[in-house]
């Protein structure tokens, strides 16, 4: 699961800038392999530039490739346990 979003380690919230950085290193894709800044165009409706850019400046590596399915993805694929 991911990192909790609004809450800093102290209780304090945390600032648009550390926010965007968790959602890159928490996003995946739907489904498969893929170049994170090709899911960082995806989340946030941005061209390819845009988006390697926007993870150079919150220190993620837009050429890594990161696995899927996403959280919801894998909660649909899942059989149930009965």
């Known amino acids: 699961m991911g990192r909790a979003i609004l809450n800093g380690p102290g209780g304090e919230m945390n600032t648009p800038n550390e926010m965007i950085k968790m959602a890159l290193l928490n ?5 498969g392999r893929r170049v994170r800044w090709g899911v960082v165009v995806d989340l946030f409706g941005i061209g390819s530039y845009s988006a390697q850019k926007l993870c150079k400046k919150h220190g ?6 990161i696995d899927g399915p996403c959280v919801e993805c894998d909660e649909l694929l899942t059989e149930p346990t009965p």
């Open 27 to 31: 996003m995946r894709p739907h489904r």
């Open 60 to 65: 993620v590596e837009p050429y890594e490739m």
